[in-house]
């Protein structure tokens, strides 16, 4: 089989990628995706959630990516989530913004946009600057978990449309310069690839980077939990910012911790990475809960001679998942300052009662080193003084919630590697960690095959 380009990855990257090219050339474009198309990526066992009778290629990967099946929230800045000045300049960085943002309202995104007023944000910003806390006011379009699927097939149609060929269901096992081979033993020749396989393909990549001499290098990761308390707790907040970014220096180490994907009435849910199960968070358009939750992570680097910030952050997470024998663990903030367990007993006691069961009640500080433990304890101290009620001791503790960011690739202005012809884009190449910016990555990757085809 012979393609002008190979996109491996159908995630926003990919998608972009694909779009870019197939609406400023000629040229013959196939993606492929270890995982299905969108409308087979649903959980039998319970739908909005990830569970182990899922396999990692049907929740993480498939047609739309990770993101698919995630709030589907939009952050329209170019600094969230990683920062596209690194490749562009800032009012460049701002219009792939726009563009991302254009083409999934083309869609079906709502067209409503959360923005808040520049009192209230001032406001904010004041009464978390007295505690020595950052908020970062973003722009921001929900598209939600269950609408998300429906943006992601017209997307896919469109793009079909424009013969754009999809292949799913099926890993790349190898790639070099002018070809791709597949599982099934095929060999697809082609002149351009961009490697663009998601976080679940991080590890992949990195594997394939090494053999064809690529140069890549680690990145800090985000460890920590998710936070459930009852949605009144974040209301007066998310009146102001539908998902709020805080970012919190502690006392003991002065790490960064930080609030990140923040659910209003929304479901507390599992992750599974292969044999490792961790927690995330979903708000739904339709369907909502009596509370809200949000991750809060601490980041962490490591430096020579334990670079590898994966292999740790996997270290956790497996140690989490025996203790909470193949669950996320649960437990009461309370609890976890009087150095407890927790119990279904005392939970059940508590006013916040848990979007998530299929837990493990336990003691969250046999999982996760003392350090982070420590950082999570400071950090909500700081943050009740924002959000009063966030630390109190019926908070509920859903643990581990580890953010694994990929080895970076090494590229240049065009996102292209040292090896001729091979691109990169996304999570997966350590370029981005999020729908957006993974988008305009994948933008950007294009753009470097059309300079090269004189077509920009």
């Not at 007295?130 to 939600?144: C, K, L, M, N, Y």
């Not at 420590?374 to 009620?389: A, F, N, Q, R, S």
């Not at 001729?420 to 960690?433: K, M, T, W």
Request: with cysteine; proline share 5%; net charge positive.
């Amino acid at each position: 089989m012979k393609t002008d380009v190979v996109i491996v990855g159908a995630g926003p990257a990919g998608m972009f990628a694909a779009h870019e090219l197939a609406t400023k050339s000629n040229l013959k474009i196939t993606v492929i995706d270890w995982g299905p198309d969108v409308a087979k990526r649903k959980c039998p066992a319970m739908i909005y959630s990830y569970c182990s009778k899922c396999s990692p290629c049907k929740i993480m990967c498939g047609v739309g990516g990770a993101g698919t099946l995630s709030s589907g929230l939009l952050n329209l800045r170019p600094d969230i989530g990683g920062n596209l000045e690194e490749f562009v300049s800032r009012d460049e960085a701002w219009e792939l913004v726009k563009e991302v943002d254009k083409v999934f309202l083309k869609y079906g995104a709502p067209s409503k946009i959360y923005r808040a007023n520049t009192d209230q944000v001032e406001s904010l910003m004041r009464k978390a600057a007295a505690v020595g806390i950052e908020f970062v006011p973003i722009p921001q379009r929900h598209i939600g978990t269950d609408n998300a699927p429906k943006v992601i097939a017209e997307f896919k149609k469109a793009l079909e449309q424009v013969n754009v060929k999809f292949i799913l269901g099926m890993k790349v096992v190898d790639f070099k310069k002018g070809e791709v081979k597949l599982e099934n033993g095929q060999k697809i020749q082609t002149k351009y690839i961009i490697v663009a396989p998601g976080r679940i393909g991080a590890q992949w990549l990195q594997e394939q980077a090494k053999k064809l001499g690529i140069k890549t290098h680690p990145q800090p990761i985000d460890i920590g939990v998710r936070v459930e308390v009852p949605a009144v707790v974040m209301e007066p907040v998310i009146k102001i910012a539908k998902d709020p970014k805080f970012r919190v220096y502690t006392k003991t180490f002065d790490d960064l911790t930080r609030v990140f994907c923040v659910n209003y009435r929304g479901f507390v849910v599992q992750e599974v990475y292969g044999d490792i199960v961790g927690v995330n968070g979903h708000t739904l358009i339709k369907q909502k809960s009596e509370n809200a939750n949000f991750a809060f992570l601490v980041r962490v680097e490591l430096t020579e001679p334990l670079e590898d910030t994966t292999a740790y952050g996997f270290s956790i997470a497996k140690l989490a998942t025996t203790i909470g024998g193949g669950k996320p663990i649960l437990q009461r903030l309370g609890d976890l300052k009087k150095g407890r367990r927790s119990t279904w007993s005392r939970i059940d006691r508590s006013n916040v009662k848990p979007t998530l069961r299929d837990v493990t009640p336990g003691d969250v500080a046999m999982a996760l080193p003392h350090r982070i433990v420590t950082d999570i304890l400071e950090g909500l101290e700081k943050l009740d003084y924002v959000m009063p009620g966030v630390a109190s001791s019926s908070a509920l503790i859903y643990a581990p919630e580890i953010k694994f960011y990929a080895n970076r690739v090494e590229v240049n202005e065009n996102l292209e590697t040292s090896v001729e012809n091979i691109f990169v884009a996304g999570d997966g190449a350590g370029l981005s960690r999020g729908i957006v910016t993974a988008a305009a990555t994948g933008i950007l990757a294009a753009r470097g095959i059309l300079r090269k085809e004189g077509k920009l």
